[in-house]
Nanobody, 121 residues
Framework: QVHLMESGGGLVQPGGSLRLSCVAS????????MGWYRQAPGKQRELVAR???????NYADSVKGRFTVSRDYARNTVDLQMNSLKPEDTAVYYC???????????????WGQGTQVTVSS
């Protein structure tokens, strides 16, 4: 079993910054990609940013240049540094990881419980 624990959400004014953190624990052989999705009210969940085991990253166009995803491969953590926040960044942010529990087992997607980020004056 794999568990993802997020921290760091909250209320921030437009133009401000927040840092989200997520740690994966449990039976982990390897993690392929690890990153963040978000879901705003009435909208579908969307990819924000993720980093692969090789180090390459994906970002949503809407956050490029403002958000930075970073992993600590030894500690099984992923952070999301969010700068120049806008009201449209308001959403529940979910940590996501594709984890293999053993060398003989296929991987699977795991999700955190979500953390609220609200950008408002």
């Amino acid at each position: 079993q794999v568990h993802l624990m997020e921290s760091g959400g909250g209320l921030v004014q437009p133009g401000g910054s927040l840092r989200l953190s997520c740690v994966a624990s449990g039976t982990i052989f390897s993690i392929n990609h690890m990153g963040w999705y978000r879901q705003a009210p009435g909208k579908q969940r969307e990819l924000v940013a993720r980093q692969y085991a090789a180090g390459n990253t994906n970002y949503a166009d809407s956050v490029k240049g403002r958000f930075t995803v970073s992993r600590d491969y030894a500690r099984n953590t992923v952070d999301l540094q969010m700068n120049s926040l806008k009201p449209e960044d308001t959403a529940v942010y979910y940590c996501n990881a594709y984890v293999r529990p053993g060398s003989d087992y296929p991987g699977d997607d795991y999700w955190g419980q979500g953390t609220q980020v609200t950008v408002s004056s």
